[in-house]
Nanobody
Framework: VQLQASGGGLVQAGGSLRLSCAAS????????MGWFRQAPGKEREFVAA????????YYADSVKGRFTISRDNAKNTMYLQMNSLKPEDTAVYYC?????????????????WGQGTLVTVSS
């Protein structure tokens, strides 16, 4: 599975952005997907995850209530709607996919990673 993230950019605090992650390749099987981010000088951290069936979603406490993860399996695309952005949300955002139908925040269970897209939130 190849993943292509897009939608990053520069936004003022309180603003919104929507990230997309397009999957290609072996997409006929069920796979969970997730978003991670890495801020300068920090380790990569979990942001949100969604199951293959779009029934289950899981969020990091830091983004709960502000970010919404979704997916359109017909388009092989996952989204991350980010509202009420804060300067501390500034990071490179990565999308990931697993061969499992649900993995939540377990980084080691994600098998495929896309390149990052930079989100910068100015104060």
């Amino acid at each position: 599975v190849q993943l292509q993230a897009s939608g990053g950019g520069l936004v003022q605090a309180g603003g919104s952005l929507r990230l997309s992650c397009a999957a290609s390749g072996r997409t006929s099987s069920s796979y969970a997907m997730g978003w991670f981010r890495q801020a300068p000088g920090k380790e990569r951290e979990f942001v949100a995850a969604i199951s293959w069936s779009d029934v289950s979603a899981y969020y990091a406490d830091s983004v709960k209530g502000r970010f919404t993860i979704s997916r359109d399996n017909a388009k092989n695309t996952m989204y991350l709607q980010m509202n009420s952005l804060k300067p501390e949300d500034t990071a490179v955002y990565y999308c990931a996919a697993s061969d499992l139908a649900w993995v939540a925040a377990e980084t080691r269970r994600y098998d495929y990673w896309g390149q990052g897209t930079l989100v910068t939130v100015s104060s």
